[in-house]
């Protein structure tokens, strides 16, 4: 039993060491069949095939053996380039085709107190617009809760009063003077930040 694994494993061992030295059939074949490289001139102009240096036979290059040639890695591609010689990238001439995209600021206006809390604003601006608006803090307990939430609602988001109007002249909540007016100042605050 011992001896016939031993055979067993040697065959194998042999078998794969004879495919890894030799190497199979395809991929000698497919190593004969890789296209030779091209010639390409770095005045970018085309080479002519019948020129001194290419094999009328084959419509190609003859084979150079020069030590300066290196040949490119990518088939059909190969640049002769004296080895004193160092290539530099041109600056290129910044892009006009397409405007700076603008982006969106964030400015926070100055936080004031009114007898029901403290109220602060924050909008969003991008270009010379206000695109958004948010009341970072406003009073609460109480009644000022619905009167906070309703001055919320009139003026915040990217669909209220301060984006429709564009400045600090917004109309007054009904039932909550002091916190739209605190809104207002800090507003101000913000867009004079801002502009």
Not at 23 to 43: E, F, H
Not at 175 to 187: F, H, V
């Amino acid at each position: 039993m011992r001896r016939a694994f031993l055979a067993i494993t040697g065959l194998a061992a042999s078998t794969t060491a004879l495919v890894v030295f030799k190497g199979s059939p395809a991929t000698n074949q497919v190593a004969q069949n890789l296209p030779t490289a091209q010639p390409v001139d770095p005045t970018g102009q085309g080479v002519d095939p019948a020129a001194p240096g290419t094999d009328p036979a084959e419509g190609g290059p003859t084979p150079s053996t020069s030590a300066d040639a290196p040949v490119s890695p990518k088939p059909g591609k190969t640049t002769a380039r004296p080895s004193a010689t160092r290539t530099t990238k041109a600056p290129s001439a910044p892009r006009t085709s397409k405007p700076p995209q603008s982006t969106n600021r964030r400015v926070t206006g100055a936080g004031f107190d009114n007898e029901y809390g403290y109220v602060q604003v924050q909008i969003v601006v991008s270009g010379n617009r206000i695109v958004d608006a948010v009341a970072l803090s406003l009073p609460s307990g109480g009644e000022s809760d619905i009167h906070s939430g309703d001055v919320s609602s009139a003026y915040d988001g990217s669909g209220g009063e301060v984006v429709r109007k564009q400045n600090a002249n917004l109309n007054t909540v009904s039932g909550a003077t002091e916190t739209s007016n605190s809104y207002k100042q800090s507003l101000r605050s913000a867009i004079e930040q801002a502009f």
